[in-house]
């Protein structure tokens, strides 16, 4: 299966510099959120595959009117053509507004996914916007990770795990890619393509 994920900033190959047939490639994009609905539903038009998303901390909009086209797997565990997505979107919280959680309420999020999680025997995906604490997280309140996430990938030992929010731009040592235990976690910003 090959997957496209988009994170936080249009990617202009993908959107000012598109050329017909870019996207045919792909089974599966997903958004890790923090993207506008406009740039979300050019990608759905061209695309001949599902599109999943996400909710990241600044998609208010998104809340208004959601994306034409696409799958919201926020809160939710999607199963297509056998692989089990788990999302969860937003960031840690640091100011009033929707998407934004504490640690309690993220671990709430998860402990109602629980019947799902045992009925599927867990996931092989997880897609949230903001990253795992300490893996790939940055040392503000802003950008840190969710303590809830290292569980669930200790506990399920997903193959893959999506998350956007963390700007790789934000210092020159944040690499794309990293191995935690048997989970390759990418930072989908911009975007990142994958095999599954």
């Known amino acids: 299966m090959r997957i496209l994920a988009v994170s936080d900033t249009e990617a202009d190959r993908f959107y000012t510099y598109y050329t017909p047939g870019r996207l045919d490639s792909y089974d599966l ?58 999302g969860l979107g937003g960031s840690f919280r640091y100011k009033p507004g929707p998407f934004q959680y504490n640690e309690a309420q993220m671990r709430g999020r998860i402990l109602r996914l629980t019947p799902s999680l045992l009925r599927q025997r867990g996931f092989d995906i997880l897609v949230s916007h903001a990253p795992a604490y300490g893996i790939g997280d940055l040392p503000t309140r802003t950008h840190r990770g969710f303590e809830s996430f290292n569980r669930l990938l200790d506990k399920y030992h997903p193959r893959l795990f999506l998350h956007g929010h963390v700007h790789r731009n934000y210092g020159p040592k944040l690499p794309q890619k990293r191995a935690y235990n048997d989970t390759l976690i990418v930072n989908a910003y911009g975007y990142c393509e994958l095999e599954l």
């Open 29 to 86: 994009i997903i958004s890790c959120g923090d993207l506008r609905r406009e740039y979300l539903e050019f990608l759905v038009t061209f695309a001949r595959c599902p599109l999943l998303y996400v909710h990241g901390n600044h998609d208010e909009a998104l809340e208004k009117q959601a994306p034409e086209g696409y799958i919201c797997i926020d809160g939710k565990l999607y199963v297509h053509e056998g692989i089990r997505i788990l």
